[in-house]
């Protein structure tokens, strides 16, 4: 990976982190449908993780308390656990991928 898309990934990463944990917000409350692509989205990415086996332990319990609090009607806090959830899937992802060359160099010759 080129440092350039490594650098552009890990801004994106960061993003998504202060996003998850509220530090910045959204200036507009939250719509069904946005809770809903989001959500998707979200769940995509946890899928994709699975299939490299990297699934991170949370993110089903943060997809389901998601859901629970967009049943409530609280959907800023909804967006705030997808934005989590999206941000694990994410670096699952990336974890996944960088192991599938760094772990030649952990190999005893």
Request: glycine residues 4%; hydrophobic residues 50%.
């Amino acid at each position: 990976m080129k440092f350039t898309t490594l650098r552009i990934y890990l801004f994106s990463l960061l993003f998504s982190l202060l996003l998850s944990f509220g530090l910045i917000g959204v200036s507009q409350s939250a719509t069904v449908e946005e809770f809903n692509v989001a959500f998707v989205e979200a769940n995509d990415l946890r899928k994709q993780a699975r299939a490299l086996k990297h699934e991170w332990r949370d993110t089903v319990k943060i997809l389901r308390q998601a859901q629970k609090a967009a049943q409530a009607g609280d959907l800023d806090k909804a967006m705030q656990l997808v934005a989590k959830a999206k941000f694990q899937g994410e670096a699952a992802i990336f974890q996944a991928n960088r192991e599938l060359s760094l772990w030649k160099g952990r190999v005893v010759r």
